[in-house]
């Protein structure tokens, strides 16, 4: 099959081979296994894409990259065999994968495309992603459908794309890029995963009886009464870079204790939060909401109860609650702080929580209404995944402004060196035209250093969108 695309000047055909069935090499358990409580909630029930650019290796000439994916990922089944069955819901709305052993699908593909091509500064929105990542008619379900789809789409130049997706109730960012890992040790001719996953999703299940003790209010039902996001087919798509003379201007603008204590990530998001809140022009009484992702493992979070190898979701959705008004009228602090505050709140008790509440309220999804979402994903490690080609010129998440619900109020954000080799973050972000006109003036008021610091007051420094998506 092939299709002929286009964005811009770019314009590439893709020919596929039909989709087939890759099961694990060798027998495995027929068994099934429930998903935890933190699993298979509402807002985790649909597919998560990711995306691998590779270059040619003059080494590796006549090694086809399809070939030796393929191979390896039906020796890692063998380790993580859960991800060959179907999943399959309970009484209660409850999930768990029936370990069948079906396998997962794959997809080899070749594309007239070179990998300069798609330009020096590679990142999402990419050209013919649909393509690139053939959604199989019937493959997408919550229920009944391949848990993993991989396509290997190699390339005029010698190079090759990877595009991976795998359903989120099975594993969030952290555990597919473990799941990659395996199929990338098992690629370069280990005999074994490095790190041996872990199922044990009863550490997260809920407490008999369910007993929440936070008041949880990513998860509040709040009825959409002011339309603040205009209709999807009327968004504007631009990709922000936010390097180190950017977000020391942000910092700047904080109160000198604030300034001391805050985290890069709750600097930026709340600055992003603030100004998309201006951008948007809510009423001043309006509910603003601000989740931050907030990954359990390898913390004082996690410590003692999410073991290493485990790759379930182990993450919280912390929420900050403002008034429109408020987050508009006060100084940036105002938003940074409650960001910190947010996230602060996340312990092993809260994550016990939520698992108590997603069975005591019927795994409600979060609330989308009024809500921007930002996920940290600038230490993933999705660009050191090795195949035995090097490291990708490009590795994360395929689709950087959410998908599914989140579409249009979430931004993914990527570690990459802009077009000046400066290494800094890229923050993608989705609007209606009108106010994307005004994110980029109120960001730009941001970018002024502050001058109670000892620093003089610069220009707005080249933060403007890295490129826009067409």
Known sequence: MQMACSR??????????????????????????????????????????????????????????????????????????PLAGRLRELEGRKLAVDCTGEGVLFIEADADVRLDHFGDDLQPPFPCLEELLFDVPGSSAVLDSPLLLFQVTRLACGGFILAVRMHHAMADAQGLLQFLAAVADLARGAAAPSVQPVWERELLEARDPPRPCF???????????????????????????????????????????????????????????????????????????????????????????????????????????????????????????????????????????????????????????????????TKAGFGDLDFGWGKSVYGGLAKVYGVGALTGVCSFLVRIKNAKGEDGTMVPMCLPGPAMERFVEEMGKLMLLATDVGVPARQQPDMCAVKSAL
């Not at 807002?43 to 030796?68: C, D, K, M, N, W």
């Not at 913390?299 to 790759?311: E, F």
């Not at 008034?323 to 996230?343: E, Q």
Request: net charge positive; charged share 25%; proline share 7%.
């Open 8 to 81: 811009a000047a770019l314009r590439f055909i893709v020919r596929r081979k039909p989709a087939v069935l890759v099961p694990p090499a060798g027998p495995t358990p027929r068994e099934v296994k429930k998903l935890s409580d933190i699993d298979d909630q509402d807002g985790l029930r649909y597919h998560i894409p990711a995306i691998q650019f590779y270059r040619s290796s003059a080494a590796l000439r006549g090694r086809e990259p399809a070939t030796v994916i393929r191979s390896a990922v039906a020796r890692v089944l063998i380790h993580y065999y």
């Open 215 to 377: 008041a949880h209010r990513e998860y509040d039902e709040v009825p959409n009464t002011v339309d603040t996001i205009a209709p999807l087919d009327d968004m504007a798509h631009r990709s922000f870079f936010f390097g180190p003379s950017e977000l020391a201007a942000m910092r700047s603008h904080l109160a000198p204790d604030l300034r001391k204590r805050a985290t890069t990530f709750e600097v930026l998001t709340g600055c992003l939060w603030k100004c998309r809140t201006v951008a948007l022009a809510p009423n001043a009484h309006e509910e603003m909401r601000m989740i931050c992702v907030v990954n359990a493992r390898g913390s004082k979070i996690g410590a003692g109860i999410i073991p290493d190898g485990y790759y379930g979701n182990a993450f919280a959705f912390p929420v900050a609650v403002a008034a429109a008004g408020d987050l508009c009228a006060n100084p940036v602090s105002y938003a940074v702080d409650l960001v910190k505050k947010a996230k602060g709140e996340v312990n092993v008790e809260y994550m016990r929580s939520v698992a108590d509440l997603m069975v005591q309220r019927g795994r409600p999804h979060f609330t989308v209404v009024r809500t921007y979402l930002v996920s940290d994903l």
